[in-house]
Every structure is written in structure tokens, then in C-alpha cells.
């Protein structure tokens, strides 16, 4: 039986009063850390320093990711930010993500604005909800991707 099966068990314990369920919770935290701690301590230098990199990297990209309408930064600024040089960013961001950082951005800001689409919100306001100010480059990028332009949507 592996640490998750004997977590849910504590978990699924439904019988004992809430103040019992409160301790079993804070056990089965404790215990997932005590096996992450002990997975992480099983990877090399290397790997763990790529984990610690790649959380930096998908930390900025959250950021920048929650406001569309901002230009993302340049690659050499974001690079800064998770304090690395452009080209090792370039090659963990490829690694991370398996393309590159603009093909990434336009698909990102695609996705998002097909969401606000079919949502019902009409083409310009979801162009300029991503960022996007040439209604007629919205809709060329928006078409290049999905195969269909973005007021055959709805």
C-alpha cells in the first residue's frame, strides 16, 4: 500500500467526530510532505535545480498570463525576472512547454479569447481582451490557428 492509498483511507474515515477528522487531515498533510521531501531528496542536482527553475519560469508565465491586455514582456526582460540569461530561458521554456515563447503567448491569447467568444462576447471586445488593437490581425492570427475565423464562432 503506497502513501496515497493510506492517505485517502484517513481521508475517506468519515466516523470520527469533526475534531478527529481535523487531526487525520493535518496527519495526511504531514505525510504527503514527508514523501515529497523524501522524492525530492532522490533526484539529482541537477534535477532539482531544474524543478526550481521551470516553477520560477511557470510562475512568471501565471503572472503575465492573468492580464491578456498587457503586451507580455520581451524575452530578455522575463528571462531577468526569473533571474537567467535569454538563452538558458529560451531552452527551458522549450523544454517546459515544447514551443517557444511567442508560439506559446499567441497560444495562450487564442485559447482565451475563443473562451470569450463562445462565451458570448463579440469579436472586438475579445481581441482587445487579449491584447490584440488590428481587429483585422486578431482575426487573421484567430483563423491561422483555429482553421475558422473568429465570427464563425458563435
Sequence with gaps: INCFNIAQQLLDNERSSSMRR??????????????YSNLNN??????????????????????????LSVLWPELIAIAALCNMGKS????????????????YYTQVRMQKAQLLIQSGLHVSEAGHSVGYTNMGHFSKVYKEYFGVAPSHEV
Excluded at 481535523?22 to 514523501?35: A, N, P, S, T
Excluded at 532522490?42 to 492580464?67: C, M, P, T, Y
Aim: hydrophobic share 40%; glycine share 8%.
Design 42 to 67: 532522490g533526484l539529482s542536482k541537477e534535477e532539482r535545480q531544474f524543478l526550481e527553475e521551470a516553477e520560477k519560469i511557470k510562475e512568471q508565465i501565471n503572472i503575465v498570463s492573468n492580464d
Design 88 to 103: 538558458k530561458f529560451v531552452a527551458l521554456f522549450n523544454k517546459i512547454f515544447g514551443c517557444n515563447y511567442y508560439a
Design 22 to 35: 481535523l487531526y487525520v487531515k493535518g496527519q495526511v498533510v504531514k505525510l504527503l510532505g514527508h514523501f
